[in-house]
Nanobody, 124 residues
Framework: QVQLVESGGGLVQPGGSLRLSCAAS????????IGWFRQAPGKEREGVSCISSSDGKTYYADSVKGRFTISRDNAKNTVYLQMNSLKPEDTAVYYCATRAGILATMTQYDYDYWGQGTQVTVSS
């Protein structure tokens, strides 16, 4: 069955970096768009970044542009989110999700399958 497993979260100081991984199984990432979302306590889940399957086009939330980079390794069936210059406001549970379509979107309701999430805490 379709499964997504996130890893790479943890505690990091402001200004630090983390790389999240989203390993897919049960399907081939080549034909699926992937999104990264996050949810902080008491807040709505929001789109962070996404990547289309057809042309690898990427999208970023304004709050992370220039700091986060999404990439995919189809050979490993894995998508990554490199997060640099982390800020306390980046603290959240981060989820990856996939949708059976070529184009990626930043809307959570467009996605069909979700991982369990990984906690990212940015604090000194």
């Amino acid at each position: 069955q379709v499964q997504l497993v996130e890893s790479g979260g943890g505690l990091v100081q402001p200004g630090g970096s983390l790389r999240l991984s989203c390993a897919a199984s049960g399907f081939t990432l080549d034909y699926y768009a992937i999104g990264w979302f996050r949810q902080a306590p008491g807040k709505e889940r929001e789109g962070v970044s996404c990547i289309s399957s057809s042309d690898g086009k990427t999208y970023y939330a304004d709050s992370v542009k220039g700091r986060f980079t999404i990439s995919r390794d189809n050979a490993k069936n894995t998508v990554y989110l490199q997060m640099n210059s982390l800020k306390p406001e980046d603290t959240a549970v981060y989820y990856c999700a996939t949708r059976a379509g070529i184009l990626a979107t930043m809307t959570q309701y467009d996605y069909d399958y979700w991982g369990q999430g990984t906690q990212v805490t940015v604090s000194s």
